[in-house]
């Protein structure tokens, strides 16, 4: 099983609508999670970080941790076109040194 | 925030050169560097992971010998593709993390490298 997993997609949303992105992990001790946003030929760039259960927000984007059940999410508000992109999930996995661990990650298309 | 700067962006070599691609984090001290290579539309794959003024840890299938890193100060990682073949050609990404082990990667822009 892999550690982090996310359904590859794509997700499609239509402009303006609420994306919802997912992922669960395997190492229960994990303590830091994060999603990037890469575009296509581009390299990943930090939208969130959350360390703690429950929701963190930051403009358009909400991040959910649920460590009961290892499971994180992204919601994005109003979702626009720049938003079409790939979303990775990376969990700094314990053991040693904190290995970021990273999802397949999943497409999103905001269509208009 | 934490910015990484990462050249060249891009580089077009003859077969069997090397080249030097720099990764420096201007902000902060980068404690561990992570090497990927992203090919298009696939994932990104950890190519390794170096803490200064240590020896790099490869991946499984990573030929250290071919891909020579060095990280020899808290700012500045390089990774030497030497003897580059056509199939070496890909987008190589590093990012830096400083101490803290629960701090997020930063990444560089990444450099595309054509072996002609």
């Known amino acids: 099983q892999k550690e982090v997993e996310q359904n590859s997609g794509p997700l499609s949303v239509p402009e303006g609508a609420i994306a919802s992105l997912n992922c669960t992990y395997s190492?229960?001790?994990?303590?830091?999670f994060f999603w990037y946003r890469q575009y296509s030929g581009k390299s990943p760039e930090l939208i969130m970080s959350?360390?703690?259960?429950g929701d963190k927000e930051d403009g358009r984007f909400t991040a959910q941790l649920n460590r009961a059940s290892q499971y994180i999410s992204l919601l994005i508000r109003d979702s626009k076109l720049s938003d079409s992109a790939t979303y990775l999930c990376?969990?700094?996995?314990?053991?040693?040194?904190?290995?970021?661990?990273f999802g397949r990650g999943t497409s999103l298309i905001v269509h208009p | 925030g934490a910015v990484v700067s990462q050249h060249p962006s891009w580089v077009i070599c003859k077969s069997g050169t090397s080249v030097k691609i720099e990764c420096r984090s201007l902000?902060?001290?980068?404690?561990?560097m992570f090497w990927y290579r992203q090919f298009p539309k696939q994932s990104l794959m950890l190519m390794a992971t170096?803490?200064?003024?240590?020896?790099?840890?490869?991946e499984q299938g990573v030929e250290k010998d071919k891909f020579l890193i060095n990280h020899a100060s808290l700012t500045l990682s390089t990774l030497t593709v030497t003897s580059a073949h056509p199939e070496d050609s890909s987008f190589y990404i590093c990012?830096?993390?400083?101490?803290?082990?629960?701090?997020?990667?930063?990444f560089g822009n990444g450099t595309r490298l054509t072996v002609t």
């Open positions: 990012s830096a993390r400083d101490a803290r082990g629960l701090s997020p990667l930063h």
């Open positions: 190492d229960r001790g994990s303590q830091s």
């Open positions: 959350i360390y703690s259960n």
């Open positions: 990376v969990v700094n996995i314990v053991g040693g040194s904190y290995i970021p661990t």
């Open positions: 902000d902060f001290q980068a404690t561990t």
């Open positions: 170096s803490n200064e003024g240590s020896k790099a840890t490869y």
